[in-house]
């Protein structure tokens, strides 16, 4: 486990900053109470093998004790760097980018089991959107009934295109959902 | 000149020639036989290589000019020494916050850009479907006065040319009637 170089951490603020908006700067800034010293404790982004992870310094510091081989996860994954370079968002991230979203969708109930079942969000199920908000954006989608979020996604088209849409038209293309969690139990934490 | 010189240099030159070689150091019997003239040519001539030996220069790479391709480490694979080896890591939040702002402001630029745009795009497309409109309602506007005006030559003609009509009508309404196909 180490930090991130120079560019892994470009690479990984480029695509937080597709969904989040400047208050991403939040990330960095906050910093949580230490029982342990005076100092308040700020997270950091640390990665391990190919993946990233938003941790807390002081359980950073902790984990140089256990072998890196022996270390599954720690923190809150945000996603791993694929071999070509890019860096892809995993599920786990919601939690990070959701309180910063830039643009966000409410889906309506009748909605929410498609999402989860891993479908793409037609114009029938949203309820809300952020408003001017272009084609081919990073969204985080939510549902209406109680602001939680749901999962993250593009959408296909800008929401003034949306509204003159048939209703059965796909608005945003899912990329991950809180669905993966019991779909993709068996590979989602597995580091090989 | 160089005649000369030779000329000079005949009596002792000899001598000279042999001590030259022999003995490298600067001699004081050889300054004291010579001439003035010709010991501040030997001293300058003799004393050169002296300090040479000992300061000898050594010259870099880029100050004989020698092209980077022909060396025995390629141009790309040597690295600069007294920089640290391997990754660079960003820990610090200065450094993180420069690199987040960066990164902030293309994306600004980027949404930016992309709203500007989708609302060119919008107006383009609002101008287009006014214009379609227009020319739908001049279409509409000119065939309403033409159906006015075959409306009024109508009500004119039965009272003028009501037999004149007549014989054309006729033949229309036999063919209307041979397309006609009944079954049963």
Redesign the interface.
Known sequence: M?????IE??TL??KL??YTG?S??HL??DSAANPTSKNPD?N?FRISGNRVYYVRESLANLATSVARHNLLSIGTCLGKFTKTGKFRLHITALDVIAPHA?YKVWVKPNGEMPLLYGGNLVKAHIGRWSE?C????EVVVLSMANDTPLGFGVTSR?S?DARRAEPTAITVFRQADVGEYLREEDSLFTTT | MAPTKVKAGSAKGNNKRHQKPSSSGSSSKNKQRASISKATKQLKTKSAPTPSRKKRRSYTDEELGIPKLNMITPAGVQKPRGKKKGKVFVDDKESMMTILAMVNAEKEGQIESKLMKARQMQEIREARQKEAEARQEEKRSKLEETKDSIKRRRKRKPDSEETLDKPEDTPKHPKMNRKRVSFG
Request: glycine share 0%.
């Open positions: 180490r930090p991130l170089t120079e951490t470009q603020f480029r900053a597709q400047p991403l700067t960095i800034s700020r950091v830039r001017d272009p084609e081919h954006q800008s003034a």
